[in-house]
């Protein structure tokens, strides 16, 4: 009798307990992480056109045989103007290939004439003012970078600008393993 | 200088704190008349401290003190004056510090107002409004100290988001705060009951006022928010179920259902466990909005700019807090088990029934606010990718069921007696509020013309019944018809402040309830674009576009439509809404221009210049909305009415000073 009373005392103190457990768990996540559902799926076929004044196309092919990164940007974009130095330092070290995806420009003329103030880091830029690639990769904003496996695979969606942090902690580690899983050839 | 005062302050304000929290407690412990007295003074002490470095604060945001790093990210030199002192307390650093300012504030009022506490319960109560402060004081000193410099200063500052340069949204966050915190006086004196083992009617009869005035602060403050976003972000909205909103909603039900419990507690006696656990979880979901606000955890559209760090300091804070104080509940709770009973059918059982269904309510909102939460974590551990939100739809399907029998039954309950009662007679007694109901519903059908929802004729039905129950009620007190005239304006004149409260509070839900669902109901929108000369019939008023110009406020630029109104040809007036433009942030406001009527307001928005001249414009007739507004004043002047009425503050007994009797409570 005595331990039915007690236990109606107790539930509330248990029932808090794990919340606050949830909330501990939640402050490590990112409720605007919008968890991309491409993620081990094949690229999604790409053909875009070049950038005004320029004359290569942006297509799947040149997305395959190594790891790849697409960077989607624009010069509207004020946090892809804080990126941008990363991906020229990216550019610079020659690590890994870089392409981009410049996206939802008015203008033909605002995409190269930022690259050309800025500077370019990109092998190739495909042209996207009508969101054709966008969609087809589900992007959700600006900027973010896909990681691609030599496969035309998408291994990891980067959300929002990419920076040393970001990149010593989650983007080079997984590079490095598609990397070491393609000298394995397992082909997954 | 005077800014470094402030944060010496503030730290000093700290160190009182830490004895105020620990001095009183020792002596109520050891029967210690000089330590218990100890709290007055330090609470006064500390509030004085908090004030002058709130003062501070405010001084270097008066003077654009571009060397203090808050004021730099808040602050502009051209905002307007009135905004650059609200603007103190539109970021995190300088809330919480009025978060603490009104703390410490409501510390030294239990301390100023106790004359008639015994001595232990008091000194106990201020010790443990101290502890809360002094969490609160570390948080702010630690994790978001607004007392920082920027070397070397800047030119000039970053400006305000334009949509808090606003008069009500200015006003929203000290109220809100006076209502919230203020429910730590409940819970103060709940812990100080806890430990000392016993809660009596003479316990509920101090408790009710201090959760009273918090009520009334808290319903102010969440109607003036929504009353902001109904004409500033210019879609005639007013509740949107964001998380932000609902912490405010769920402290809100909580605290009614407290409000409510106290009254059987103080009448009766009993219900005491129950009572305290309210008080407790009343805070504590005040403390639960804090963390969600702050911490990054919910998306939402009012959140602060977060930082992992603070959300953790708040989480371990929100679990000493309330884990601390559900643990003396599991451990002391059940000795405050009183052994009154009542039957199902009474008023207890009515102000039980109440506090189920709000409780129930709060429990539901709160599920619904913290479930993509839990989805999230599902996901992390599952692997799965779904991401989810819960709006509207939710809380219309599960919320809004829930609160139509509570409505139901506040129309019934006063009208039943103490310990046991009839259902009948005060069903019969409520005949006529049944046929306005009907009326109500059959004229709301008609009028919406069968309509989008079925929701607004059930919510006018509930308001009918609910305004004219309480009206009912008041006129059966007083045997209105009854008796003579003479009679019934004596039994009028000597009715208890506490009784007008409850008939205000019932009587301005009602009305709040009817604009609710009319503006929720039958709302009439236009969306098209207009080059001057066009007319558009929106409700059966026409709405005639003149055209717009460009104009120039004191911090931004802006583009003024012109509307004239007309019904039936007859002018009913002219509305001039504006899409403003702010240069220091780049931020695109719309003002939307306003009419308000009894039966509705005309509502006009004007948006961006197309590029054939034309302009987009939308138009409403949002029906009811002011009667929302006019619904929240009447529940504020009610419980405010109820604050003050005598019995709070004279007659109310000591206990008497033999701790080996229980002691009596006087009726």
């Given at each position: 009798?005595?331990?039915?009373?007690?236990?109606?005392?107790?539930?509330?103190?248990?029932?808090?307990?794990?919340?606050?457990?949830?909330?501990?768990?939640?402050?490590?996540?990112?409720?605007?992480?919008?968890p991309s559902v491409l993620i081990n799926q094949k690229l999604p076929p790409l053909d875009l056109p070049p950038l005004k004044g320029r004359d290569k196309r942006l297509t799947t092919a040149d997305l395959t045989g190594r790891i790849t990164l697409v960077n989607v940007f624009g010069s509207w974009c004020f946090a892809c103007l804080i990126e941008h130095p990363f991906l020229m330092k990216i550019r610079a070290e020659g690590k890994v290939p870089l392409y981009g995806i410049d996206w939802l420009e008015k203008n033909r003329d605002d995409g190269p004439k930022w690259l050309k103030e800025k500077g370019d880091p990109y092998i190739i830029v495909g042209d996207d003012p009508n969101s054709k690639a966008a969609i087809a990769l589900g992007v959700t904003g600006v900027p973010e970078t896909f990681i691609i496996d030599h496969k035309g695979v998408i291994r990891y969606k980067q959300v929002g600008p990419m920076n040393d942090e970001i990149w010593n902690k989650t983007?080079?580690?997984?590079?490095?393993?598609?990397?070491?899983?393609?000298?394995?050839?397992d082909g997954k | 200088m005077i800014f470094e005062i402030g944060h010496f302050a503030l730290i000093m304000a700290l160190m009182v704190?830490?004895?105020q929290a620990v001095i009183p407690m020792m002596g109520a412990a050891k029967n210690n008349a000089r330590w218990m007295a100890f709290a007055g003074p330090a609470s006064y002490v500390q509030v004085i401290l908090?004030?002058?470095?709130?003062?501070?604060?405010?001084?270097?945001?008066?003077?654009?003190?571009f060397s203090a790093k808050l004021v730099v990210e808040n602050s502009n030199s051209t905002k307007p004056m009135l905004f650059k002192i609200t603007g103190v307390w539109a970021n995190h650093e300088g809330s919480m510090l009025l978060w603490v300012l009104i703390l410490s504030l409501y510390g030294a009022a239990m301390a100023a107002f106790g004359a008639n506490l015994p001595a232990g319960l008091k000194a106990r109560a201020i010790a443990v409004q101290a502890m809360v402060a002094v969490g609160f004081y570390l948080y702010i000193l630690l994790t978001s100290n607004p007392f920082i410099r920027l070397m070397p200063p800047a030119v000039d500052g970053q400006g305000m988001n334009p949509l808090l340069q606003d008069i009500g949204l200015a006003f929203h966050p000290p109220f809100l705060y006076l209502g919230y915190v203020g429910f730590s006086v409940a819970f103060s004196f709940s812990i100080a009951a806890l430990i000392e083992g016993r809660v009596d009617a003479a316990w509920a009869r101090w408790v009710r006022p201090w959760t009273m005035a918090a009520w009334v602060f808290l319903t102010f403050g969440i109607a003036l928010g929504s009353w902001w976003a109904y004409y500033e972000l210019g879609w005639g909205g007013f509740w949107f179920w964001d998380p932000v909103e609902n912490s405010s909603l769920i402290p809100w039900l909580a605290g009614t259902a407290l409000l409510h419990s106290a009254i059987v507690v103080e009448k009766r006696d009993t219900m005491?466990?129950?009572?305290?656990?309210?008080?407790?979880?009343?805070?504590?979901?005040?403390?639960?909005?804090?963390?969600?606000?702050?911490?990054?955890?919910?998306?939402?559209?009012?959140?602060?700019?977060?930082?992992?760090?603070?959300?953790?300091?708040?989480?371990?804070?929100?679990?000493?807090?309330?884990?601390?104080?559900?643990a003396l509940y599991a451990w002391r709770g059940p000795q405050l088990k009183s052994p009154v009973l009542f039957q199902p059918i009474s008023r207890e059982g009515a102000l039980l029934l109440d506090n189920i269904?709000?409780?129930?309510?709060?429990?539901?909102?709160?599920?619904?606010?913290?479930?993509?939460?839990?989805?999230?974590?599902?996901?992390?551990?599952?692997?799965?990718?779904?991401?989810?939100?819960?709006?509207?739809?939710?809380?219309?399907?599960?919320f809004v069921p829930l609160m139509i029998p509570t409505i139901i039954a506040m129309a019934v309950g006063p009208m039943m007696s103490w310990k046991r009662s009839d259902l009948g007679p005060a069903i019969v007694r409520l005949r006529f509020a049944f046929v306005a109901m009907l009326l109500a519903v059959a004229a709301a059908w008609s009028i919406s013309s069968g309509g989008s929802s079925v929701l607004g004729p059930i919510g006018m039905g509930l308001a009918a019944w609910l305004g004219i129950g309480t009206?009912?009620?008041?006129?059966?007190?007083?045997?209105?018809?009854?008796?003579?005239?003479?009679?019934?304006?004596?039994?009028?004149?000597?009715?208890?402040?506490?009784?007008?409260?409850?008939?205000?509070?019932?009587?301005?839900?009602?009305v709040a309830i009817a604009g609710m669902a009319g503006a929720g109901g039958w709302k009439t929108e236009s969306i098209q674009v207009m080059r001057p000369g066009d007319v558009v019939n929106v409700a059966g008023f026409d709405f005639a576009f003149k055209g717009a110009r460009q104009g120039r406020g004191p911090n931004y630029q802006t583009t003024i439509g012109t509307f004239e109104v007309t019904k039936n040809g007859n002018k009913v007036t002219s509305l001039y809404p504006e899409k403003r433009n702010y240069p220091a942030s780049g931020i695109p406001t719309t003002e939307a221009a306003i009419h308000t009527l009894v039966t509705g307001d005309l509502y006009a928005v004007i948006g961006n210049k197309q590029k054939d001249g034309g302009y987009v414009t939308r138009l409403y007739f949002n029906p009811m909305v002011v009667w929302m507004w006019v619904g929240s004043l009447i529940m504020v002047f009610g419980g405010a009415v109820s604050v003050t009425d005598r019995r709070y503050r004279i007659g109310a007994p000591k206990r008497r000073r033999r701790p080996a009797v229980q002691p009596q409570a006087a009726e």
């Open positions: 009798m005595a331990m039915n009373s007690r236990l109606k005392f107790i539930i509330p103190l248990a029932i808090f307990l794990g919340l606050a457990v949830a909330f501990g768990i939640g402050l490590t996540m990112n409720p605007k992480d919008i983007i080079w580690p997984i590079i490095e393993e598609l990397r070491q899983r393609q000298k394995e050839g | 704190a830490a004895a908090v004030a002058i470095s709130f003062a501070a604060l405010i001084y270097a945001f008066v003077s654009s003190d005491r466990a129950w009572t305290v656990f309210l008080a407790i979880i009343t805070f504590a979901l005040s403390i639960l909005g804090t963390f969600l606000v702050r911490s990054g955890v919910l998306t939402s559209v009012h959140a602060f700019v977060s930082s992992p760090l603070r959300g953790a300091f708040i989480l371990v804070l929100l679990t000493i807090v309330t884990g601390g104080s559900l269904m709000l409780t129930t309510g709060a429990a539901v909102v709160l599920l619904g606010t913290l479930y993509p939460l839990f989805i999230d974590i599902l996901n992390k551990f599952s692997g799965g990718t779904d991401k989810i939100s819960v709006g509207a739809p939710f809380f219309n399907a599960t009206l009912l009620e008041l006129t059966g007190r007083i045997k209105l018809f009854k008796a003579p005239v003479a009679e019934s304006w004596r039994r009028f004149r000597r009715i208890p402040r506490s009784s007008w409260g409850m008939t205000l509070g019932h009587f301005g839900m009602a």
